[in-house]
């Protein structure tokens, strides 16, 4: 089985964090979700090594996009109740998480180079609901 298919859902998970901003701000770019994805996959290494994640001086929007992700993935890790109070009952490893932002950020850095400044975000757009 490929990585996309076994890790289908908890990918479209952290992209539906991303996309529920970007339809809440239209002028949102790619390089947002980047850094988002950036700063969220430094708080998981730290917190997987115990140390303090780096501080990424992050704007709004990208603050707006992590905070969404990493609600998405804490869910998903069986920290934080998800959607309607859901428990996850199968959670997630740390490492199977980062995998998964690992995945998108390669994702975001493609679609960005293939169709500009909002490639990945329109393409995303069309497939999460």
């Known amino acids: 089985m490929q990585f996309e ?12 964090g991303i996309i529920s901003v970007y339809r809440d701000h239209p002028q949102m770019v790619d ?14 290494v730290a917190q997987k090594i115990g140390r303090a994640p780096k501080r990424f001086a992050l704007d709004a929007l990208e603050t ?6 990493k609600a998405m993935c804490d869910w998903r ?7 309607n109070n859901e428990i996850r009952v199968n959670p997630l ?8 932002l690992k995945r998108i950020l390669k994702s975001t850095h493609h679609w960005n180079k293939e169709n500009g400044r909002r490639g990945y975000l ?3 757009a069309k497939h999460v609901r």
């Open 31 to 44: 390089h947002t979700a980047m850094r988002a994805l950036e700063a969220l996959i430094d708080h998981y």
């Open 77 to 83: 890790l069986g920290i934080e109740p998800g959607p």
């Open 5 to 16: 298919e076994q890790y289908e859902d908890m990918l479209q998970n952290i992209e539906f």
């Open 93 to 100: 490893t740390v490492d199977e998480i980062l995998q998964c």
């Open 64 to 69: 707006a996009t992590f905070d969404r992700m």
């Open 122 to 124: 329109d393409f995303v």
